[in-house]
Structures are given as structure tokens and as C-alpha cells.
């Protein structure tokens, strides 16, 4: 029996066979008429199905950063609420509060300030210089009776933190006084000992009143210096 070779099929579109049927000849026909009409299908819910069967199998996806996280907020026990914010989201308030002024000392201070100190003075002035001084030495007597504190001594305490911030920013401060990390300006400025004990006893403001004020003020304990450090 000799075997056929039959023409291979070939897959159309609606619009093909749409064009190639209205090419026909009546003889082709069987007379019957035809009508096409496109059906969307719905593949929504087949697409939905075939996820819900896959998604056993499928790992986990991981959340993009700063998307669909809900905030959370923690009270602690003195009443405060603590917010989670999103991460990598700014918020308006960040926005708002970015800074657009140019960067540098202005034209004012380049003309009116003219040494170290009075540099160092435009932020951290006598009376707030006066003010830490009085209450790290109220809050040191309270173990040691004749401990005692300067103002001149103060200013050199916090000259060492802005000079190992750039000089040596990693690794603990006492550091600064060892062989191997020894900076030489610190130590010639005050003793380790020293340094040690004026930032055990470190106040700004006074024990004996923070109750009461922080009632009203949650930061009552660095507050008055804060606000003047922004001021200046």
C-alpha cells in the first residue's frame, strides 16, 4: 500500500483564515456560510489558577526595600512612642528639612572671625562653655568633694573630641593614648586619666531639677545646651 504524504499543517490566525476563506472559490465550498467572531478568552483565571498551583513550589520572594512595609510603633515605659518608619522611603518631613544652603563659612565670618578660638566660640559659647562646667562639677562632688573643673580645661576636653574625630574616628577614644595608635597633640593636651574622668562626670544640666523638668521635656537632660548649639 503506497503511503500519502499529507501537507503539513500550518497554525493561522483569525485574520489569516478569515482572508484565505474569502479567497475561495463557491466550488470549494460545501455552501454553508460561515461567520467568525473573535471570543476574548478569559486568561486571567486560568493565569491566577496556574500561580496558585505553582506557588507551593516557588521560593519565597524577597520584599523590595521602602515598599509595602506597615509602620509599627513601640511604647516604652515612660510613655513614649517610638514609630518604625520605612526604610529608603523619605518622608516629607526629610524632605522639607534637607539643606539647600551653600556649604563653608559665610562672607561675615570670613571678615569678623580671625583665630582658632573664635571659631570654636561660634559654637560652643562662654555661657554654654560656663553652664557644663557648673553642672559636671555639681554632678562629680556628689563622690569626690574637692573634684574641680575649669572652663579653659573644658574647652581643651572638648578640643580632643573634635581632634580625634578627624584624626583617629575608629576605635575607642583611650586608644589616643596608647603606643600604637598614640596621637601626639592629644596627649601632650591633657592625661588619659584625666580625659577619663571629666567624661564619667559630664553634665548638662542639673540632676537635682531634671524630675520636674522632664515632665514637660522628654530631652530635658541636654535640652537647654541643644537648643543653644542650633541657635549658634
Known amino acids: ?3 500519502v504524504s499529507l501537507p503539513r499543517r500550518k497554525n493561522l490566525s483569525a485574520q489569516q483564515a478569515l482572508a484565505l476563506l474569502q479567497e475561495m472559490d463557491e466550488a470549494d465550498s460545501d455552501g454553508g456560510e460561515v461567520s467568525f467572531v473573535q471570543q476574548a478568552t478569559d486568561t486571567s483565571s486560568e493565569e491566577s489558577e496556574k500561580e496558585t498551583e505553582q506557588e507551593p513550589n516557588m521560593p519565597p520572594q524577597k520584599r523590595p526595600r521602602g515598599t509595602g512595609k506597615p509602620s509599627q510603633s513601640h511604647t516604652a515605659k515612660d510613655s513614649t512612642v517610638w514609630v518604625e518608619e520605612d526604610i529608603g522611603m523619605p518622608s516629607a518631613e526629610a524632605n522639607r528639612s534637607c539643606f539647600t544652603a551653600q556649604a563653608g563659612p559665610t562672607e561675615s565670618a570670613k571678615r569678623k572671625i580671625t583665630s582658632v578660638l573664635q571659631s570654636f566660640l561660634c559654637l560652643l559659647d562662654v555661657g554654654m562653655l560656663q553652664t557644663i562646667r ?6 562629680a562632688r556628689r563622690t569626690e568633694p574637692d573634684w574641680n573643673l575649669s572652663v579653659h580645661e573644658l574647652m581643651a576636653f572638648i578640643s580632643i573630641l573634635f581632634v580625634r574625630a578627624i584624626m583617629c574616628p575608629v576605635g575607642a577614644i583611650v586608644d589616643c593614648w596608647s603606643e600604637g595608635f598614640l596621637v601626639p597633640v592629644i596627649k601632650e593636651t591633657m ?3 584625666r580625659f577619663i574622668s571629666i567624661m564619667q562626670h559630664l553634665r548638662f544640666d542639673d540632676r ?6 522632664v515632665k514637660t521635656d522628654k530631652f530635658a537632660a541636654i535640652s537647654d545646651i ?7
Request: with cysteine; charged share 35%; hydrophobic share 25%.
Open 1 to 3: 500500500m503506497a503511503s
Open 134 to 139: 557648673e553642672c559636671t562639677v555639681h554632678q
Open 191 to 193: 592625661p588619659r586619666d
Open 208 to 213: 537635682d531639677t531634671r524630675a520636674e523638668r
Open 226 to 232: 541643644w537648643t543653644r548649639f542650633n541657635e549658634n
